[in-house]
Structure formats: C-alpha cells, structure tokens
C-alpha cells in the first residue's frame, strides 16, 4: 500500500509538471492521496471492472479541483492508461482541471464549484434508498476551506433529517484554503464539534495514516450521516509544498519537478 500511495504522488507531480505553466492544484491533491487510496482499495464496493454496476458505491469529489489525485488512483485502477495522465488539462483530454461526469473511467459525477457536492451527495443518497438499495454508500469528499459555504451546512441538516446512514462525509482538513491557511480566513473551529452537533457522528482521524483511516470509514452510524475529518497536510510527501499555502495551486520548473521526484525516490 505505502508503495501504491508513492506511485501515486509521483504521478501528480508529473501530472502537474505536464500541465506546463497552467499548472496544477497540486498541494491539495497531495493531502488527499492516503485518503483516496483507502477508500479506492479498501472501503469501497466498487470493481473497475465494472464500473458503472448499480450496486458500487459512488463517490463525489466535491473538492474537485484535487482531482488529479483520483486521475492517479483510477490509473491504478486500470481505467485510465498511463500515457493519458500526460494529457490532463489539453485539448480534446478527458481529463479536465476539474471532475467532468464520464463513469465509464470512474468519475461519477462532474464538480468544481465548491459547495455543491454535498448536496448532490444528499439527493443521491435519498435515491439509492428510493430505489431500495440499503448497501450502496455515498462518500463525499470536501475541503475544510469548502466549509465555509453554507451550502455544505445546509446539506448536513438534510442529510441527518432524513436520517441518511448511507452517507460519508469526508473532510480533509489540510488547514490551507485558496487565499490563506484557514484560520485567518474564517475558522470553522472546533470542527468536530459543529458536525457532532449537526447531529452527524464523527470519527477524527489522521488523514495520512492507512490504518486510522480504514477504522475512520468502519465507525458505526446507525440512522446518522457519518463525517471523518481526516487532519492532512497541504502538499504532504514534498518537502518544499507542504504547509505552504502558495502551492493550492502551482507550477513546477524543471528544477522543481527533479527536487520533488527525488524526494519520491526517483532521480
């Protein structure tokens, strides 16, 4: 698994470095990766195989724009070769700067514009009831930056007042939105707290630790939507982007791009 999430990161850098001076959001793409990787390998019901079965749970990256981290997950996956990664963000790509809606590869759903995504996790979790599949989950994941917008708080309410159990709402809680490292923006602390008394239950969890992750998405939620904050790192695996808000979105020189595959472990 480490070697897996290594593989990963590697391909975000070169994802990023592709991407030329357009660049990548690149640091909160990094934070993600444990967290993608457990949920792709380890908790979620689906098979790339088939990948659009009606019984697989869906996930929505309501943070979109730290796709390329699942670009780089469904490339392990098979449903997406390697040589197509260098494509992201060109013309005639299906790989987009942000989640475009194609579920033949593995994105469910297209997102981007931060808020949404927990709503539409909402509607889709009532459906997959409606239609009465009870094993099917819904895993959304958002920023912490993102919780700023009361349309994530909106979607909680409903979520807990239809008492969707079949819900996950992931945060990765990197500390750092676009503008500034969060606190200095509007803090949402104690974060826990406020989702706990939303009426969600909360497993805090460190977001870079396989094992802690794993046992987050396996906390019992009977007739409660389940919220992990997974406490991450903006730009976790390079030394020279983590904690540092100015790579929320960067681009990567040639230097820069041999510094951070070095550190990955490739020269």
């Known amino acids: 698994m480490k070697m897996v999430i290594n593989n990963l990161r590697k391909d975000m850098i070169k994802m990023t470095y592709a991407a030329g001076k357009t660049g990548a959001h690149i640091g909160p793409a990094l934070s993600l990766t444990e967290i993608l990787a457990v949920l792709y390998f380890k908790i979620m019901n689906f098979d790339p195989k088939d990948p659009t079965s009606e019984s697989r749970d869906r996930l929505i990256l309501s943070k979109g724009h730290g796709v390329i981290a699942q670009y780089a997950v469904l490339k392990e996956l098979g449903l997406i070769k390697e040589e197509e990664l260098q494509t992201f963000k060109t013309n005639n790509t299906r790989l987009y700067a942000h989640p475009s809606m194609n579920p033949e590869i593995g994105v469910e759903f297209s997102s981007g514009s931060l808020g949404q995504g927990l709503s539409l996790g909402v509607g889709v979790a009532i459906a997959l009831k409606h239609k009465g599949n009870n094993k099917s989950k819904v895993y959304v994941i958002v920023g912490d930056g993102e919780c700023n917008e009361g349309s994530v708080w909106e979607a909680i309410m409903s979520a807990v007042q239809f008492e969707l159990d079949n819900i996950v709402i ?16 509007i803090s949402m602390e104690p974060l826990e707290k406020r989702f706990e008394t939303f009426g969600c239950k909360v497993a805090c969890v460190d977001g870079h ?43 990567l020189t040639e230097d820069l791009y041999n510094q951070a595959m070095s550190e990955l472990g490739e020269g």
């Open 170 to 185: 992931v945060v990765d809680k990197n500390n750092i939105q676009y503008d500034d490292f969060t606190k200095n923006i």
């Open 209 to 251: 630790n396989i094992e802690e992750l794993e046992k987050g998405f396996k906390t019992e939620h009977n007739k409660k939507p389940l919220c992990v904050i997974a406490n991450t790192v903006k730009g976790k695996g390079v030394s020279f982007m983590e904690n540092e808000p100015k790579w929320h979105n960067n681009v």
